[in-house]
């Protein structure tokens, strides 16, 4: 373990995690996404399922004001036409203004030219969190070529110094998304266990996260919770749910539904039963 | 109640809506749509459930032609890029010139600045029909600066004067839609308690509904019914099997597709029994 | 049977669509998919479900570069927006240069212009496959008008000599769906009897057959098949697999997702038994 990644409680994410939640649900915060045309739907599903208030505002001349209205702001690359790239910094330049967090989701950078630019610039932007597979954290590090279209080709324990140098450089929490999650501000680290092999066969598995974290985000600046606990607290409450629908699925249909439904059910008290995480443990 | 507000029959509705049901699977009307990014998936396996063709047109140099093909127009703004505004601008001159009925559906109008100016543009176009949540109707009429995103803050019943005041100005039918819809042409209206709160726990439930009633309008353009009949009859059809579907279903995911279930399986003569229907009981 | 359609032996066809799909789980090849809007999420569902990586690549300035990385493309003319298909004609370019087959999806050409121009100038740069139904097919080969929105409203056998013109001329596999589908290479055919009405309940059951296609290409391209019997084997496999999810569901929604399911449970030795299929007998 490096010097760098001290120690932190696994129980106070637990307890922060069941808290957030409940704040979530008490008073739903609006979550404003710039996604992809490929899982837009699902994604607003997966905020409404868990309990927010999904808005999808991805036009110039509306998502700046936008940005400043909602809680928290998703901004994922996995389609980026002109407009959402346009889009997209005005809808960050909204949220720097009034201090709305967002989480930039860089999907599939490294060979892709016209999304890798627009991730270093908007990285350059200090989002409050990155989320990404291992292969897309290390391109935006500039560390490797990136992945193989939307699939990782790298571990998450390869990612952990291109995490590092994201979340120190940019200010950000970082998220390397796989079999294990790796959450880190650049000091301390939280590592998920939880999760299923199903959320990688279905469309959206992973962008949704990114949208739940939006939204977690957003409860905690109004909860006092830090960043790193609210991105690890949004993955604790999906991965659990996922596993929870793959107990009652039989394929990868039947699991999207499932897991809309899993997360609607899923409690805070749940949380601290199902939770499988290690604090500062890389 | 208001005097513009005369009473009309809730059986005449009922039978009505039964035989438009019929006429529109007898002969499928073509749907035209031209809908946000978040839901044209589900609106368009609304549209083939119920029994109708969807076709989504939005692209300049073809959303005009089409308008006049197809039986019924959908303009829904919940991601008005810059290609459909031009494209729903067109498809409303086709619609116009051919005398294919046209629904409105303003989302989330209001704050947010380049959706609220089209919304006018377009009403004052005279849609057949208008259909919104009740902040959505009131920031149309001029009465309220809109909902939080595409939610609600205002009930259907602060929206009456708005939306008789709407009907008056551009000729149309105007629906409230919430736990209770309302429906009005101005001088008679419905008030219409089916539906279920799984409705607005599924993306795509309100937006869904603006599409079905371009279908019963071009069905009941062909069968000879009023308009108001056929966005109260397609109202009343999507909210029962919206009630049955809610009734197999144990969260969002299952009951969207529940609901889709529902609405291939509903029959002419299931409304009448399941039918709960006020007339001009404002 | 015309001199040109000579037989080709069904047991063939059987034998070696079981090797590509045990060839492409076991070499996920990365599938392009330029698609329409309504369709996205379902078609990379399905793409996951049958074991191969979907990424939807639609913009310009990266989608030919990712048709040159790619195993197979499609591209779908369901909603040709400026940006997808300028993106269109990049990535069948970059398709072309470094050997990608790729399969084209004229959908609803005829009475729609701007699709309807582009597909035949695509239909020019020679797509290893083109996909649609009865009605398209002849509107593609210049026999027709075209069908009612996305619906054919001409039968499969009608289009028979459309299919073998479009194969000859622009040396592509051409299939032709609907309750049976044709595949033919112009002088080989194939006609499968396969396949569930409620794959015309389901929006993007067609269109995302047409990814399939584009899949099995890439396998076969790496496995020495014949394109004639990859399209034809992505036609067996996904229309084996609505049958069984025909079996467990009660109404189009449930379907879909029963599906999606089917796809991720059908194996090689699935296929003998299910196949319906006739070699040469037009």
Chains 1, 2, 3 share one sequence.
Do not use: K
Not at 1 to 6: P, V
Not at 275 to 282: H, I, N
């Amino acid at each position: 373990m490096s010097d760098l990644l001290r120690p932190a409680s696994a129980s106070d994410l637990v307890e922060q995690a069941a808290s957030l939640l409940a704040a979530l649900r008490a008073a739903p915060p609006l979550t404003h996404c710039i996604t992809n045309s490929v899982v837009t739907g699902f994604t607003a599903n997966v905020l409404l399922a868990v309990g927010t208030a999904p808005a999808m505002v991805d036009i110039v001349g509306e998502s700046g004001v936008f940005a400043g209205i909602a809680s928290g702001l998703l901004v994922n690359l996995g389609t980026p036409t002109p407009e959402q790239r346009a889009a997209s910094l005005e809808a960050v330049a909204g949220a720097t203004a009034s201090g709305t967090p967002w989480v930039l989701d860089p999907v599939a950078i490294g060979a892709l030219p016209v999304r890798t630019a627009l991730a270093h610039s908007l990285a350059e932007l200090r989002p409050t969190a990155i989320r990404g597979n291992a292969s897309e954290i290390l391109a935006l590090a500039g560390l490797s070529g990136g992945g193989r279209g939307v699939d990782a080709t790298d571990s998450t324990d390869a990612a952990i110094d291109a995490a590092r140098s994201l979340a120190v450089r940019f200010g950000s929490v970082v998220a390397v998304s796989g079999p294990v999650d790796l959450i880190t501000d650049g000091e301390r680290a939280f590592r998920l266990d939880n999760g299923h092999e199903l959320l990688t066969r279905v469309t959206g598995g992973g962008c949704a996260l990114g949208a739940v974290m939006a939204a977690f985000l957003g409860a905690a600046r109004a909860n006092g919770n830090a960043p790193l606990i609210a991105v690890a607290a949004a993955s604790l409450v999906y991965t659990i749910a996922a596993e929870r629908a793959a107990e009652v699925s039989t394929g990868p249909g039947g699991f999207a539904v499932a897991l809309l439904d899993a997360l609607a059910a899923v409690q805070p008290a749940d949380i601290s039963s199902a939770a499988r995480v290690e604090a500062g443990a890389l």
